[in-house]
């Protein structure tokens, strides 16, 4: 009887040893952050692979300290094609939804690339618990969702600029070409898309309207559409100085193409996602010379002496993928996120979804695009230096193809100049 | 203005036949609905930069082997796949559409993606015509494309191969009692379409940049205006490519450019109500369900 009882105890113990040991072994598993994104476009794909390159830095380093232990990170991803048209939000919802139960991640970044699918996700992302840190869509109307109910939408944060920010150096650039050039009438073209409409409505109401402008025209445009020669027509026409796009599709190309071959005599200054890195100038056979873009932070695609980390970010990229980075929405937030999160990992010393969502927001971090703190509506905050605050840049196409950062005044190189072949107002 | 539209209006619609001719005549020889036809025209762009860029070869030679090689493949596609499940119309379909499906995510998966993926213009100058700027690649896709199509006439009614077809695509039964092999002129149809398919990249791509979204477009367009035209019609074809091309360009002018992109789908569901066999389509079966 008492042998019967020493086996059985030891088999027992064996068990409960097998038990914590399993556990134990779970405990240390890597840390995985989930990247539901479009990867089909350049600015999903350069995202994805940053994280993977903040990833490999910070394992590099001995991963994070979680507690008592130090954890790896580990990086599962799904294309959830928003960004394409004609996908429906519902086949976004899935594909967040799936990487959620499937891969169990701690927490999400880039997220959805449009407003459309954040904002219906965001009810998902609340649901399952899971802290995301967004760095593509950028409607102001997450924030008002996330303030209307704090408690509820506290795991959502975004790194990137938003339409409103986006709308305060859209209206830098416009202010100096009307100063300096004495430039007032514009052509706006945008994508039919939310954040693209915000920003065209919100520039057009905030500015446009109010400093006597004249908005020659304006134009909507769906996601794939590839002729744009009726409104150059109209440009050309109607005497518009300067054409404000807001696209980031990819046929937004044919856009810089058509108003070269087209001769239109306007400056072009606004964002277009393919004129953002520096392959545009091949791209588009050296005849961008004037064109004005806003890269949405610092550091993506662009960088400035003036923030050393941004130039150190552009050449690491450069180094470790043997080709500079072409996007200019999403790399430098994407790769802020990463750190973020695994700061406030360690800060939470858990892996709580709530703890870890209460130090995301009290994050204070100097990084690539400038300083980040988040605001109420866990907005990181734009600013027009980098020291207080993150920064987009503002960077114009000269005739050599470099280019030169022109705004804000913090982190410029040169001032806009006016394109060959155009004249001043004044 | 109204004559620039009209100008633009007619390359827009010149473009959109180019797009539609392959997947077209395909159709109208062997009866086969290639839904690998936007595929085809991204993969023969990408086959022609990476001739270029990685092979280092000159633009012009990229674009003859790539266009041989996209026939090939149609070839292939068809010997190998289309072949097996010929004649029942469901398994085509979906049997190319999954080709298509599986080529373009492909190039997506090898991580094709991105604006440095362009293709150069042929001759980079712009003309005044009717007072409005236009570039010489648009001149020549208009130009390209009337000789294409007086070759491809050529071709259908001066050559034993394009007898061959006309015979096949009249009655493939009573072809095969005069000895033509059905699947022989069916492969090289495919092939052809796919060839044409190429060519249209060739030319076209060079306004923009290649991206794999582009594929689903471009079948898209082909679908609309083939469907629009009457299946099979080469002259449906080039009226309702003017049809679609016209109403298009007059929409964004006149009208707004977000309605731009129902134009052609509001088009197909009027034939598809008035006339359902298209405006040239002689499927009597078709006709006589109204």
């Known amino acids: 009887m008492k042998k019967h009882l020493g086996a059985s105890g030891l088999l027992f113990s064996l068990l409960v ?35 993977h390159m903040a990833v490999e830095e910070i394992n590099g380093k001995g991963g994070v300290q979680v507690g008592s232990e130090r954890r790896m990170l580990a990086v599962e991803s799904i294309d959830i094609r928003d960004a394409a048209p004609g996908v429906p939000v519902p086949e976004a919802l899935l594909g967040i939804e799936k990487i ?43 924030e ?7 408690d509820k939408y506290k795991y959502i944060f975004r790194t990137c600029l938003n339409a409103k920010y986006l709308v305060t150096y859209l209206v830098g650039v416009m202010a100096f070409v009307n100063k300096e050039f004495g430039f007032d009438k514009v052509y706006i073209m945008n994508q039919d898309v939310a954040w693209a409409r915000a920003t065209a409505d919100l520039i057009t109401k905030n500015y446009f309207n109010k400093t006597g402008w004249t908005v020659v025209g304006h134009e909507a445009y769906p996601t794939g559409t590839s002729d744009f020669s009726s409104a150059l027509m109209k440009i050309r026409s109607g005497g518009a100085q300067v054409i404000l796009p807001i696209f980031d599709m990819p046929q937004s190309g044919i856009l810089v193409k058509q108003w070269n071959s087209m001769r239109v005599p306007a400056m072009l200054a606004g964002f277009i996602s393919p004129l953002a890195g520096p392959g545009a100038w091949k791209t588009f056979d050296q005849k961008i010379g004037g064109a004005v873009n806003v890269n949405f932070e610092l550091g993506s695609a662009i960088a400035s002496q003036k923030v050393p980390k941004s130039v150190d970010f552009f050449a690491s990229y450069e180094k470790k993928f043997g080709k500079p980075m072409e996007a200019g929405h999403g790399p430098a937030p994407t790769y802020e996120s990463v750190y973020i999160l695994a700061e406030a990992i360690e800060r939470a010393g858990s892996l709580d979804p709530d703890a870890i969502a209460a130090e995301i927001k009290k994050t204070d971090r100097i990084g690539v695009m400038g300083r980040i703190r988040f605001d109420d509506g866990h907005q990181a905050v734009f600013g027009m230096d980098p020291n207080e605050a993150a920064v987009a840049c503002v960077f114009q196409w000269s005739e050599q193809g470099d280019r030169i950062n022109v705004f804000p005044q913090s982190i410029a190189d040169g001032k806009i100049t006016l394109p060959s072949g155009l004249k001043s107002a004044k | 203005m109204f004559a620039g539209t009209v100008l633009y209006a007619l390359i827009n619609s010149v473009i959109l036949l180019l797009m539609a001719i392959g997947f077209n005549l395909t159709f109208g020889i062997s009866g086969v609905s290639n839904f690998a036809y936007g595929a085809l025209y991204i993969m023969a762009a990408f086959a022609t930069w990476m001739l270029m860029n990685l092979v280092g070869l000159p633009y012009f030679l990229s674009a003859i082997l790539s266009i041989l090689f996209t026939a090939l493949v149609g070839a292939l596609m068809y010997r ?73 006439w050529l071709f259908i009614h001066h050559t034993s191969i394009g007898l061959a077809f006309r015979g096949i695509a009249q009655d493939e039964r009573t072809a095969l009692t005069f000895g033509m092999d059905s699947d022989y002129i069916a492969m090289l149809s495919v092939s052809i379409g796919a060839g044409l ?15 794999v979204g582009e594929g689903y477009e471009v079948l898209l367009n082909a679908l609309a205006v083939c469907i629009i035209g009457g299946l099979g019609s080469t002259g449906g074809v080039i009226v309702a490519s003017l049809f679609v091309g016209f109403a298009q360009r ?31 389509g002689k499927q009597k079966e078709l006709e006589e369900r109204i």
Do not use: N
Not at chain 1, 144 to 150: R, Y
Not at chain 2, 82 to 104: D, H, K
């Open chain 1, 17 to 51: 040893l097998c038990t914590v040991f399993a556990g134990g072994v779970y405990g240390a598993g890597p840390i995985v952050i989930g990247v539901p994104t479009s990867t089909g476009f350049v600015e999903g794909k350069e995202g994805l692979a940053i994280v």
């Open chain 1, 100 to 142: 959620i139960l499937e891969k169990k991640p701690t927490a999400l970044v880039i997220g959805p690339f449009r407003s459309e699918a954040l904002l219906a996700g965001m009810d998902i992302i609340a649901k399952y618990k899971v802290p995301m840190i967004g760095t593509i869509a950028m409607t102001p109307a997450s």
């Open chain 1, 144 to 150: 008002e969702k996330i303030k209307s109910d704090p």
């Open chain 2, 80 to 152: 190998f796949i289309i072949m097996r499940v010929r004649g029942q119309v469901l398994s085509e379909v979906i049997a190319t559409f999954g080709i298509g499906l599986a080529i373009l995510e492909f190039f997506r998966y090898l991580g094709f993606v991105g604006i440095e993926y362009s293709l150069p213009v042929f001759l980079d100058h712009s003309f005044i015509i009717a007072g409005t700027y236009v570039d010489m690649q648009r001149i020549l896709i208009v130009v390209s494309s009337v000789v294409l199509i007086l070759l491809l």
């Open chain 2, 197 to 211: 398919a190429a060519i249209a990249a060739t030319v076209i791509v060079p306004l923009g940049t290649i991206s």
């Open chain 2, 250 to 280: 007059f929409t964004d002018t006149y009208i707004g450019s977000h309605w731009t992109m129902i134009v052609s789908l509001v088009a197909i569901l009027l034939v598809l109500v008035i006339k359902p066999s298209g405006l040239y």
